[in-house]
């Protein structure tokens, strides 16, 4: 009897031995991976970084496509240009309606105010200068709305960035008196605008016009800059809304000089 208690020990101890280093094995892994994670804690913020930045440029992207890729079109299909605002804002509910793709649907929505204006101004009121602004200004209202609910961040500051850019480009043409030729310009055939673009450089070179080109660039290089310090993918996408501007502007006064 006491011989068979001393074997049932026994096997309980060698069976409690044997489970010891299991349990062991594993809590060493679970230490293992804490200590793999505490000593990689900028992993996340590296993966946050890189889609920051990839905010600020498919904002520069997007503030080019209705320049050099709506332009072209609306002019020849105005209505084509509108109806595909219906396909920008389907789009990007169904990139939102995932959460691996969210962030960009987010994006994709306030690009497609800026799409919806310049289809509607570019295809049938570009001849007048002085409507342009309260056609961009289009998706304001449900900007602010959504702003106020804290809801699609990313495109509305994308748009109020776009949006900014525009006002500080249209108060440029009227100060040094370039809406003339902006009419003229709209009302003529293609091989008649270079001459008309000849006179309106002319004019921007003078010195009235140099100061404050470089007055409306300075306010556009700090307020695309300083959003910058604020590490959060909205103000990325304003900062690189309203740098992009600088761009735009420069290409269009590079194309008119060698026009």
Request: hydrophobic residues 50%.
């Given at each position: 009897m006491i011989n068979n208690t001393l074997l049932i020990y026994n096997a309980s101890t060698t069976a409690i031995d044997k489970e010891l280093p299991v349990k062991k094995a594993g809590q060493l892994s679970i230490e293992e991976l804490k200590s793999t994670l505490s000593a990689s804690p900028s992993l996340p913020l590296l993966i946050s970084s890189r889609q920051t930045w990839l905010v600020l440029a498919a904002a520069v992207f997007l503030v080019s496509v209705p320049v050099f890729i709506e332009a072209p079109l609306v002019r020849s299909l105005p209505s084509l240009s509108l109806a595909t605002t219906g396909f920008w804002v389907w789009l990007s509910f169904h990139l939102m309606s995932r959460p691996?793709?969210?962030?960009?649907?987010?994006?994709?929505?306030?690009?497609?105010?800026?799409?919806?204006?310049?289809?509607?101004?570019?295809?049938?009121?570009?001849?007048?200068?002085?409507?342009?602004?309260?056609?961009?200004?289009?998706?304001?209202?449900?900007?602010?709305?959504?702003?106020?609910?804290?809801?699609?961040?990313?495109?509305?500051?994308?748009?109020?960035?776009?949006?900014?850019?525009?006002?500080?480009?249209?108060?440029?043409?009227?100060?040094?008196?370039?809406?003339?030729?902006?009419?003229?310009?709209?009302?003529?055939?293609?091989?008649?605008?270079?001459?008309?673009l000849q006179v309106a450089v002319t004019q921007v070179q003078t010195p009235w016009g140099q100061t404050w080109a470089v007055t409306l660039a300075l306010v556009l290089l700090t307020a695309g800059i300083l959003p910058l310090c604020n590490q959060q993918r909205h103000w990325y996408a304003f900062g690189g809304a309203v740098l992009s501007t600088i761009l735009v502007d420069s290409l269009f006064l590079l194309a008119a000089r060698i026009a």
């Amino acid at each position: 009897m006491i011989n068979n208690t001393l074997l049932i020990y026994n096997a309980s101890t060698t069976a409690i031995d044997k489970e010891l280093p299991v349990k062991k094995a594993g809590q060493l892994s679970i230490e293992e991976l804490k200590s793999t994670l505490s000593a990689s804690p900028s992993l996340p913020l590296l993966i946050s970084s890189r889609q920051t930045w990839l905010v600020l440029a498919a904002a520069v992207f997007l503030v080019s496509v209705p320049v050099f890729i709506e332009a072209p079109l609306v002019r020849s299909l105005p209505s084509l240009s509108l109806a595909t605002t219906g396909f920008w804002v389907w789009l990007s509910f169904h990139l939102m309606s995932r959460p691996a793709t969210y962030l960009w649907g987010d994006l994709l929505l306030g690009f497609s105010w800026s799409w919806l204006a310049g289809a509607i101004y570019w295809g049938w009121l570009r001849w007048e200068p002085l409507w342009h602004l309260p056609v961009e200004s289009i998706g304001l209202p449900f900007a602010c709305w959504c702003l106020v609910r804290n809801w699609c961040k990313i495109g509305n500051w994308f748009y109020l960035g776009s949006l900014f850019g525009t006002v500080l480009t249209d108060v440029y043409f009227y100060i040094v008196d370039l809406m003339p030729y902006w009419r003229q310009i709209m009302q003529v055939e293609p091989d008649e605008v270079s001459p008309i673009l000849q006179v309106a450089v002319t004019q921007v070179q003078t010195p009235w016009g140099q100061t404050w080109a470089v007055t409306l660039a300075l306010v556009l290089l700090t307020a695309g800059i300083l959003p910058l310090c604020n590490q959060q993918r909205h103000w990325y996408a304003f900062g690189g809304a309203v740098l992009s501007t600088i761009l735009v502007d420069s290409l269009f006064l590079l194309a008119a000089r060698i026009a």
